[in-house]
């Protein structure tokens, strides 16, 4: 069955049945009836309980097998050991959608009866929304499901919510900040219907311009990944997810029965599916609303006009911060703010009309800037003066907004002062007019803006995929798993990097020392001997490493010191021999590496390498399907990638043959299931046309 063959069905019903419906106020199943039928829910509402009667001038049925008509959706709030009982009673009589509103499931331990449900149900055609979860709402067909206090008003922004407290608090807050909301859905515990799903019904959904993610924790990253590449084509998408740190990450799995991955694996991953992520619900509110009614940028040039020079330096640095591009034509500044500037001003972007400045001044100024061709938007920041005509400050500025909305040009207001001005800021934020209380806040908004746009003019979503030998790499691992391992010999990686076409110094495994003598005259001199065994892995521990061998003697007495250091160091340890390898000349030495997220699927990552990493963790990471234009990017965001570039002199290194390397490790990755973990360093990178050697490599694999 197609997973979002129902999904539409799910927010927009022709009817619903209502389990555990209650004829009492106060109780879930009194909310949810009185909130569908308040709604103006125009479908068919049918409330079951066995006790029968009556709730809200609608009867009662005994059960939903009772009814005896189709039913899109049905809301379950009975204890959760009743569940399965009403779920089956739904499933059998062809429920579409089942919404569990009940907790007690996976996020308390109880997994084996939150499966048993879903399993039976998708066995039947049916879906499961939760358990743990507060409901539905879609503006679209007038449809609230929800047992929230607070009544919903119509807008523009969708939200996706894994928690259910919080989603409720988010409804009220909604409510407090005047932002119309198009569909709200609470997820809970995910055990079959996920964000994916409803991305698919919310990204369609002609209400929606705005979509808000509150995430926890992922379970099905790759479908997720490729949803939100979808949504964000078409309409922003601003995530909040909480698990940053190590107890938080810990709270998130306990609360919802999902384990939060890797932090900044999830911050590359959704930057680079164009996702903003806020720092907190009160950015992603500001912005939400923000990016639900302003206007697309004409271009990337944006004016900030204050009257103080301290917050104009503020502006300027926020600007900065969140990606607004300053226009600086100092010609066309002076010409056009000269009227309305002293002498002792600055007609300089930010552009300062001083503390003097008026409602007037400010009137002329923000005219001019809606008015310009070359001036795409504006930051208007203004602090309280004893000159200024305070009771001109709120028509001041709604005047000039709307010359802006006209102009289709956005704007945003910061303004700073005491009782009158935080009044002003409360009233305009009614009508939906961008105003803030802070500079940061207010231009973290136009950031906001034209970050969203700024991707979409700029995305690469193509998929590069490397040409590699992926029967040559499962004969590989076919050997390691027969032999009971779940890593790769030195050289079992050494051949996984050959039919990858990734560069690897010359090696051979010598079998004794007269073979490793001939190994080594074959290669050519210096040369590094390692020790093989697969009871050695960290082999300079062992004393299982020479470096720099220069000549036949060197190799007899590095071979026998080997194989003595390491009997000493395991004397059980099962030795295939010795590994002779090219000495690799040095160079600027990075790591490249993939590996299978238990949340977001298959990744790849880069950066400084050699013996520093886990010091220096100077690297980025990506979904492993990539272009090589977004390869480039993720090397480019290390802070060691001027090394690269050439500095002191040094000339410009090969940086095509690392973005190759990253490539072919994602496709690895990609395209060999049995692959968890791929580690190749260090890459040592010579200079420009020189190429790369993959000197050391790690995989573990899984049957």
């Not at 049925?61 to 779920?87: M, R, Y």
């Not at 509103?101 to 084996?112: A, D, H, L, Q």
Request: aromatic residues 6%.
């Amino acid at each position: 069955m197609k997973r979002e063959s129902h999904i539409r069905s799910l927010f927009e019903p022709r009817s619903v049945a209502v389990i555990g419906a209650s004829a009492k106020p106060g109780k879930i199943g009194y909310s949810v009836v009185r909130n569908i039928v308040q709604g103006g829910f125009k479908g068919k509402i049918f409330p079951v309980n066995p006790q029968g009667g009556e709730i809200l001038g609608l009867p009662v049925h005994a059960s939903v097998a009772a009814i005896g008509e189709p039913i899109d959706v049905a809301s379950v709030i009975v204890p959760a050991k009743l569940a399965f009982s009403a779920v089956k009673d739904c499933a059998d009589s062809g429920v579409k959608n089942i919404q569990i509103i009940t907790s007690g499931f996976s996020e308390i331990g109880e997994v084996e009866l939150e499966r048993r449900i879903v399993d039976y149900a998708r066995s039947r055609g049916a879906r499961i929304l939760g358990p743990n979860i507060f409901g539905v709402f879609s503006a679209t067909s007038h449809f609230n499901s929800t047992f929230s206090a607070s009544a919903i008003t119509p807008g523009r922004v969708a939200i996706l919510t894994q928690s259910g407290a919080l989603g409720i608090a988010m409804i009220g807050k909604t409510a407090v900040e005047n932002m119309g909301l198009s569909t709200i859905v609470s997820i809970g515990n995910k055990a079959d219907i996920d964000e994916a799903d409803c991305l698919e019904y919310v990204m369609e959904q002609e209400e929606t311009r705005v979509i808000l993610m509150y995430i926890e924790g992922v379970k099905d990253g790759e479908r997720l990944i490729e949803r939100v590449r979808g949504a964000t084509w078409k309409k922003p998408v601003v995530v909040v997810k909480s698990g940053r740190s190590r107890r938080g990450a810990l709270a998130a799995a306990s609360h919802t029965g999902s384990l939060a991955g890797s932090d900044e694996i999830f911050d590359a991953v959704m930057k680079q599916c164009g996702v903003m992520r806020a720092e907190s619900l009160q950015e992603a509110f500001d912005w939400c609303k923000f990016l639900a009614n302003a206007p697309e940028p004409k271009g990337t040039s944006g004016v900030i006009v204050t009257n103080g020079g301290g917050v104009g330096v503020l502006a300027t640095d926020a600007c900065e911060k969140y990606g607004v591009e300053l226009y600086d034509d100092q010609g066309a500044l002076k010409e056009v703010f000269a009227p309305v500037t002293p002498d002792f001003g600055s007609t300089k972007n930010p552009v300062d009309i001083t503390g003097g400045a008026n409602s007037a001044a400010y009137n002329l100024a923000l005219s001019a800037t809606a008015a310009h061709p070359a001036m795409h938007c504006t930051m208007a920041l203004y602090c309280e003066t004893a000159t200024f005509d305070s009771e001109n400050l709120v028509p001041m500025l709604r005047a000039t907004y709307d010359a802006h909305d006209k102009a289709g040009k956005p704007v945003v207001y910061a303004v700073v002062g005491g009782a009158p001005v935080e009044d002003a800021i409360v009233t305009l934020r009614k009508e939906n007019i961008p105003v803030y209380g802070d500079t940061y806040s207010a231009i973290s908004c136009m950031g906001s803006l034209h970050r969203y746009h700024r991707f979409n003019r700029e995305r690469d979503d193509q998929i590069d995929l490397a040409d590699i030998d992926v029967a040559a790499i499962d004969a590989v691992i076919d050997g390691a798993l027969a032999d009971g391992r779940g890593f790769l010999l030195a050289n079992e990686g050494q051949s996984v990097m050959r039919a990858a076409g990734i560069p690897i110094p010359g090696a051979a495994i010598a079998k004794g020392m007269d073979d490793a003598v001939a190994q080594a005259r074959a290669i050519g001199y210096p040369v590094v001997m390692k020790v093989v065994s697969r009871d050695i892995l960290h082999k300079s521990d062992a004393g299982g490493v020479a470096l720099d061998i220069e000549n036949d003697g060197e190799v007899v007495d590095a071979y026998q010191a080997i194989m003595r250091n390491c009997r000493a160091y395991k004397p059980d340890a099962i030795i295939d021999g010795i590994e002779i390898c090219e000495m690799v000349a040095k160079g600027t030495e990075l790591i490249v590496g993939a590996r299978r997220d238990p949340q977001m699927g298959p990744i790849v990552m880069c950066g400084l390498g050699g013996i520093y990493v886990e010091v220096m963790k100077d690297v980025s990471f990506r979904a492993a399907a990539l272009s090589r234009g977004e390869a480039l990017k993720m090397l480019s965001e290390i802070r060691s990638y001027a090394l690269l570039l050439g500095v002191r002199g040094e000339d410009q290194k090969d940086i095509a043959p690392v973005v190759d390397t990253i490539i072919k490790a994602a496709t690895i990755i990609r395209s060999v299931s049995r692959i968890t973990d791929i580690e190749i360093n260090p890459v040592v990178v010579y200079e420009k046309g020189m190429g790369i050697k993959a000197v050391d490599v790690r995989i573990l694999v899984r049957k």
